[in-house]
Each structure stands twice: as C-alpha cells, then as structure tokens.
C-alpha cells in the first residue's frame, strides 16, 4: 500500500493528492505537466515554511532551482527561505515548531 510522503497516511491507488495533507502523491505525479507544479509548489513551499537543514547543497539547490523556475519571483521565495533557515537556527533542537502539536 503507498503511503504519503509527507504525512505517511495510506493512500488507495492511483491516487493524485493526500486526502489528509494535499500532497501530491502517486508514482508518476512527476512526470504529468499539471502535476508537477504542485510537485514543484511543494518543494518550495517546505523551503519556505518547513523545518529545513542548513546545508550549503541544499540552499544552494533551493536558490538556483527557485532562480530557474520563477525568475522574476526568485528574490520574495529568498526572503522567505531566509527568514525561514533564521528561524531554524534559533530553534532548539528538541523543540516544536510554532503550530505543531505532539
């Protein structure tokens, strides 16, 4: 049975999105032209917003991917990884981020 990657709730097959989360999910939901702009909105939205390691090949990949993707966009999707990797570091490491609920 395929599972969410983000939410690893149970997903029936031929499933396009995660009833629970709105991931996008399926094995060839990267290869489908509609599809993969949420595949894409998803990696960037996680860039954003989520808990994200601060590896100089990862920034470095989420710069030039968001550089490649959406020129004229690229410096606002910056300023809010950036704001987001400053909130990652000031975070401790056992600690919830804000919203999240054990």
Request: hydrophobic residues 40%.
């Amino acid at each position: 049975m395929e599972v969410c990657h983000h939410c690893l709730t149970q997903q029936p097959p031929n499933a396009g999105f995660c009833k629970h989360c709105g991931s996008a999910v399926g094995p060839y939901n990267n290869m489908m032209p509609y599809l993969y702009v949420f595949s894409q909105g998803e990696v960037f939205r996680n860039g954003a917003a989520d808990r994200l390691r601060s590896r100089p090949l990862i920034i470095a990949g989420y710069l030039l991917f968001s550089l490649s993707a959406y020129v004229f966009f690229a410096p606002i999707f910056w300023f809010f990884l950036f704001k987001n990797l400053k909130r990652s570091r000031e975070e401790k490491p056992g600690e919830q981020p804000d919203g999240v609920q054990s």
